[in-house]
């Protein structure tokens, strides 16, 4: 079961919302655990308190790589994690979209072995959204 959903759009278009809203439903519907993964503490209060938040900011996680690293430690430290939310990667890995699709196949790799379902916001022009993304819309 592969579930990779990227939620792609300029600032301000609803995405973190979207997120938070989909992060709480499934954490209401889900036997599992829910991880959300953002790079401030802003959106802490506005999950519900079974959603687990994680401040990426507290983890020296600067590249692609060590990011997805930090990922395989969520999900190998708990085999119950249900679905992964990441708001803003780019944001949080600094780097443009355009250079991330390995980052997307290793996730897609994973959500199909380890039934984890990944929710990914980016903040971009759809317009110039890499075609690589357009599977995952």
Same mark, same amino acid.
């Given at each position: ?12 278009? @609803? ?16 036997n599992g655990n829910v991880v959300f993964i953002d790079d ?8 519900? *308190? &079974? ?21 395989? @430690? ?13 708001? @803003? ?25 380890? *039934? ?7 903040? @971009? ?11 995952? &819309?």
């Amino acid at each position: 079961m592969l579930v990779v959903k990227v939620i792609y759009g300029k600032k301000g278009s @609803g995405k973190t919302k979207s997120m938070i809203d989909n992060a709480n439903n499934l954490a209401s519907s889900s036997n599992g655990n829910v991880v959300f993964i953002d790079d401030s503490n802003q959106l802490m209060y506005s999950l519900k *308190h &079974e959603v687990r938040f994680i401040n990426i900011t507290d983890f020296p996680v600067l590249e692609p790589e060590a990011f997805l690293g930090f990922i395989c @430690g969520v999900v190998s430290s708990n085999y119950d994690v249900d679905g992964i939310f990441i708001d @803003g990667l780019t944001y949080i890995v600094k780097k443009e979209a355009s250079t991330l699709k390995n980052f997307f196949d290793e996730i897609a790799s994973m959500s199909e072995k380890y *039934h984890v379902k990944f929710f990914v916001s980016i903040n @971009g022009d759809n317009e110039v959204m890499p075609e690589f993304l357009k599977e995952y &819309e």
